[in-house]
Nanobody, 120 residues
Framework: QVQLVESGGGSVQAGGSLRLSCTAS????MAWFRQAPGKEREGVAA????????LYADPVKGRFTISKDNAKNTVYLQMNSLKPEDTAMYYC?????????????????WGQGTQVTVSS
């Protein structure tokens, strides 16, 4: 069992930045997903359990950075150069198994979600 507590999010103008945080109750492979109204949930970024390797979805490469504080079991998503199309509910996800990707079915535990709104 992995409990996840998210924080961050909010409203920002296009070109701005936000940082999301997610603290897990134990060490796990962690990722961020997002879901816009009327769309399917999609993977944004993932980080290996030890924090050494990362994965990014193409739409956010070069703008978002995922990082992890292993001592705190906390993962961060730094979002820069935000665009209106980044507007969505963002969810933290975790799984104790190794070698996850950006598919929703690869994760067993989910946070409650935090809203990110980017205005033009």
């Amino acid at each position: 069992q992995v409990q996840l507590v998210e924080s961050g999010g909010g409203s920002v103008q296009a070109g701005g930045s936000l940082r999301l945080s997610c603290t897990a109750s134990r060490s796990a492979f962690m990722a961020w997903f997002r879901q816009a109204p009327g769309k399917e949930r999609e993977g944004v970024a993932a980080i290996f359990t030890g924090g050494g390797s990362t994965l990014y979805a193409d739409p956010v490469k070069g703008r978002f950075t995922i990082s992890k504080d292993n001592a705190k079991n906390t993962v961060y998503l730094q979002m820069n150069s935000l665009k209106p199309e980044d507007t969505a509910m963002y969810y933290c996800a975790a799984d104790p198994r190794p070698l996850r990707g950006l598919g929703t079915r690869e994760y067993s535990y989910w946070g409650q979600g935090t809203q990110v709104t980017v205005s033009s």
